[in-house]
């Protein structure tokens, strides 16, 4: 990509950012980046330095490869609709046979699971805590989507957050039974995959079920464990949602009581030794 169509590129990216986090002053403020040169990036007549392209990028939980992409694939990226390699599978005469079957899932079922679910799982990452993401299922074009985002708060200071994921993917209602595939976003190096039931308990709903993951990296190694889904509210991810996910104690009182009895007393992860 020529320079001035990255600078193009990144300045639609970042002002599409801007437009969905608020105020531009407090980002200024957060990433300590002057305003009025902020405005130059913004504008597309300058291109940051490669440090200040990190430091937006993190800002937002990015790559900064992502942040200086063409801005139609930033788009769908960004919005959840960037899977290329389900996009060819979907071609194969075969799978359009199963989706067909998939698709014919009554509408008020899939209806029912659309919404902001609290995600609750053993970490894979912190010993013996109970992850809380938050998860929006919404309809996509043809299929249902989702969109989760895990927080993990810092060993040294649990205020503040030291990683985030996010994850991209398809819902597949067969069955009665509730199938997941999705891929993380800012890594981009995990796929996982989940099966899941719709359970009622008296005024709550839950989803209860096993989910498996798979990262291109020696780091992160593939896991298998339980999760729970709680639905909280209809609608799409807000920064509310976002502010309650993090690692929690295996016993903290906010984990729903049907929760933590399916998740068990002892973490169930299976990871290879």
Do not use: W
Not at 6 to 25: E, H, M, P, T, V
């Amino acid at each position: 990509m020529e320079t001035d169509d990255k600078a193009a590129a990144f300045a639609a990216n970042l002002r599409y950012l801007c437009d969905q986090r608020g105020s531009i002053s407090q980002i200024c403020r957060k990433m300590q980046i002057n305003r009025q040169q902020f405005n130059k990036y913004l504008s597309g007549r300058h291109m940051p330095s490669s440090a200040n392209v990190r430091s937006i990028a993190d800002h937002f939980s990015l790559s900064p490869e992502v942040l200086c992409s063409p801005h139609a694939e930033f788009r769908s990226l960004i919005d959840g609709n960037f899977f290329d390699a389900f996009n060819r599978l979907r071609a194969a005469p075969q799978v359009q046979a199963f989706l067909s079957t998939v698709m014919s899932a009554p509408g008020t079922l899939e209806q029912s699971l659309v919404g902001i679910y609290d995600r609750y799982q053993f970490s894979s990452i912190y010993p013996r805590r109970i992850l809380r993401a938050s998860l929006c299922i919404y309809a996509g074009q043809d299929l249902l989507q989702h969109t989760y985002v895990e927080h993990f708060p810092s060993h040294d200071d649990p205020k503040k957050t030291a990683y985030t994921f996010k994850y991209h993917g398809f819902v597949l209602p067969i069955e009665n039974r509730i199938f997941t595939v999705d891929f993380e976003t800012v890594q981009r190096n995990e796929m996982t995959f989940g099966i899941y039931s719709m359970v009622q308990r008296s005024a709550k709903r839950f989803m209860f079920g096993i989910t498996s993951g798979i990262a291109a990296t020696m780091f992160r190694q593939p896991f298998s464990t339980r999760i729970a889904l709680h639905y909280r509210r209809p609608g799409l991810l807000g920064r509310e949602d976002l502010a309650g996910t993090t690692a929690l104690d295996m016993n903290d009182g906010s984990i729903p009581r049907e929760v933590r009895e399916y998740l068990g007393d002892t973490p169930d992860m299976i990871k290879p030794s």
